[in-house]
């Protein structure tokens, strides 16, 4: 802290107080609980216990057959006394490994430390705490009841821990204690959630995992992962409401971005065939299972392709997705309650025609009167500033989405309810769209996207007139983006995932903060 002072312990634990005495004890022997060297890692807990070998010889003796020389670094997790030794559990960044410490092998001082003093008793019996950062150097070998074992030549202190770590702990009759399990302290503490929850380390794995084969798949179709702004004079793209910022040097008014559409697009104006971004995006929004006011959104434009298209590249590529999560290579995720088949064709169903089926509902003859009046009897919260084209999305969110759970295609959509898209080219009223639905939820929306800059025009003059009705989310004239497409976009088709819903629907969680690192939260108080 400024000024040398040193933290209050008032209000610390016994266990935090008793740390902080180990850390002095340790300065006092000598012994640098954070040393500035680097500790030079050699090999992994994972693939040690995948990959140790030995043979049995003649005489039943055991031949180490590789893993002679290994040194390692981590949290102690684990620590019990065996007579003159120790076992303990080492974790690193692949997983843990049992360390076995032997007291005849520490028989020499510490450096700077006196000789009565011994390394063994003195220090890592008494002054090694759960949770501390070690280095270990040594061999591999395997213990009587099989477990690959690191046998512990030499031990370095890397990073004192002055917190107890939640360690679940068992007892006689199998009850388990010290859970670190609460939702809320998880996701503001993931730190520690990441530490004491293997099974949350391996969901950002396949998030990771996932973003990458996204990317592979892309750059293999011969698209140009590009970077557009963040902070944009109008917020465009989508129907949302955004956060708004203020730039003093300009002395003008900016939003973060709700969607990088009209960007991207004035990229195949340009001449590129084809663009991608995957980028984070941000709605002045509501909170939720499934929505966070910062999120990841992949975008990516083709020219001279359609939504026809644009639905068989979809079901590549989330074949290519199971195929890279799923434990057997296979195309089944199971997600929920829910075996979900991503190998394609995916059914393909009109939005007009999906409501009818689970709703007996014609919305298509059905003028905005006998929807709000549909939307009353079913308990539907609707409100005033609502056109046609709301309320149908409202109906459809409340009656139908829960029920497509197998890979869908939900296509042609009223023309209101996409300003950006084309017309369709047989089908009066709508427009070449489609989203698609997996386990009840929309994951991705793509178009056939509006290349005719009158109708552009026309369509954002109708955003206008809804903004003037209260609509907040209604989208904001963009003149320049008219202007690029006065000097012509060629017929282009394009897609937006949400990365966050993809990796819940990947890895089985029902929860979109589950998949995030570092969820929005309120401030904690104190």
Avoid at 176 to 193: C, K, L, N, S
Wanted: charged share 25%.
């Amino acid at each position: 802290m400024a000024n040398g002072q040193q933290p209050s312990t008032h209000n610390m634990t016994e266990q935090e107080l008793l740390r902080r005495e180990s850390l002095q004890k340790l300065r006092e022997l000598g012994i640098e609980p954070y040393p500035a060297e680097m500790f030079e890692v050699t090999h992994h807990a994972a693939d040690i216990v995948a990959n140790y070998q030995e043979e049995i010889l003649e005489d039943g003796s055991k031949n180490r057959l590789n893993y002679q020389t290994v040194a390692l670094a981590g949290r102690i997790m684990a620590a019990r006394e065996a007579g003159k030794a120790m076992f303990m559990n080492l974790q690193d960044a692949s997983g843990r490994i049992q360390l076995y410490l032997r007291r005849d092998d520490f028989v020499a001082s510490p450096d700077g430390a006196t000789p009565e003093a011994p390394m063994f008793d003195m220090v890592i019996k008494k002054l090694l705490d759960l949770g501390d950062y070690v280095g270990v150097s040594g061999f591999a070998f395997k213990t009587k009841t099989g477990e690959v074992t690191i046998h512990v030549q030499q031990l370095k202190f890397l990073s004192k821990s002055l917190r107890p770590l939640p360690i679940v702990k068992r007892d006689a009759e199998g009850n388990i204690h010290d859970a670190f399990t609460d939702p809320e302290q998880r996701y503001r503490m993931r730190y520690v959630d990441l530490t004491v929850n293997p099974e949350v380390r391996a969901t950002f794995v396949k998030r990771t995992r996932l973003i990458k084969t996204i990317r592979a798949f892309l750059d293999e179709l011969g698209l140009l992962e590009v970077e557009t702004p963040i902070l944009q004079p109008i917020h465009g793209g989508a129907a949302a409401r955004p956060f708004k910022t203020h730039h003093n040097a300009l002395d003008m008014p900016l939003y973060l971005r709700i969607a990088n559409e009209l960007y991207l697009k004035r990229l195949i104006v340009g001449g590129f065939d084809g663009v991608y971004e995957l980028g984070k995006m941000f709605r002045n929004e509501g909170m939720d299972r499934t929505h966070n006011p910062e999120f990841s959104m992949l975008e990516f434009y083709v020219a001279y392709k359609d939504y026809f298209w644009l639905m068989d590249v979809t079901e590549r590529m989330f074949e290519r997705i199971a195929r890279a999560l799923s434990d057997d290579g296979g195309t089944k995720i199971q997600s929920g309650a829910h075996v979900l088949e991503f190998a394609g064709p995916y059914r393909r169903l009109t939005m007009f025609d999906a409501i009818q089926e689970y709703t007996g509902l014609n919305v298509e003859t059905a003028d905005e009167s006998a929807l709000r009046n549909y939307c009353r009897q079913q308990g539907i919260e609707i409100d005033k500033t609502m056109g046609k084209a709301k309320l149908i999305d409202e109906i459809f969110g409340e009656k139908v989405e829960k029920h497509l759970i197998q890979p869908t295609f939900l296509i042609d959509y009223p023309v209101e309810m996409s300003p950006l898209t084309k017309k369709h080219r047989s089908k009066p009223g709508l427009v070449e769209r489609f989203e698609l639905f997996v386990n009840g939820k929309e994951v991705g929306n793509a178009y056939s996207e509006l290349n005719d800059p009158l109708d552009q025009r026309e369509r954002f003059e109708e955003q206008l007139n809804l903004a003037a009705r209260g609509d907040e989310e209604a989208m904001a004239m963009d003149e320049d983006f008219l202007r690029a497409l006065e000097y012509g976009m060629p017929p282009t088709a394009g897609i937006g995932f949400g990365i966050d819903r993809l990796a819940m629907l990947f890895t089985g969680q029902s929860s979109i903060q589950e998949v995030l690192f570092f969820p929005q939260m309120r401030p904690e108080t104190h």
